[in-house]
């Protein structure tokens, strides 16, 4: 499982991946939040707030984790290498966590680099510092168990074809729909919903700075799901 891990996140730092990943994550939130006009802009919210970095961010991942997982296992299924994977001392559950867990890393190594905005932001408060560190560190957090959720339906994406575009794709769809599209369309149906289907609402809950376990169960019951989704379509793989 160790060397599973190791040989994802050696592939991710030595292929060009991982640096377009990283350059376009953060090209795209500066330009969004300092250059170009707009809501997601710092300079003319007029508030030291971190908050539309991670409003943008969020959406940001809907696209881009889709990219760092669709070849997680459609390339093993593309080159044959897949069924020398079974054959590995680990059982298929194993195999799904160690790729899911170099996903982690990666969205951790990711998100790090944002670390940036909040030197920026904690020096353009009046007085410096003046910064909600509450809610930045709760937003951390929401945007973390936003891209490993994300990140499971990537890999679920990922298992179901062996062509990496279609995998994309189909992640990029899920992602939007369980994100975005889910509540809007239940809102057609219903009024006034008691509780809350889409990733949206928990993740702005969470981005206030109020930890809510609620909010986390909810996250690890769809991550659960969707790695449990992929390790049944891998084990139809293996008969």
Partial sequence: MKALFKKEIRYFFTSAIGYVVIGAFMLFCSLFLWVLSGDY???ESGFASLHPFFLLAAWILVFLVPALTMRIISEE???GMLPL???YPISIWKIVWAKYLSLIFILLILITFSAVYVYMVWNLGAPKGNMDIASTTGSYIALLLLG???????MFASAMSQNQIIAFVVATFLN???FFGLDELLGFFTEGT???FGFKIH???MSRGVIDTRNIVYFASITFFFLYLTQLSLQREKK
């Fill in 194 to 196: 008691l509780f809350s």
């Fill in 176 to 178: 939007f729909f369980l």
């Fill in 203 to 205: 993740f702005e809950d």
């Fill in 85 to 87: 994977l079974f054959t």
């Fill in 41 to 43: 802009n710092i300079w």
């Fill in 148 to 154: 490993a959720t994300f990140a499971a339906v990537g």
């Fill in 77 to 79: 299924k593309r080159s």
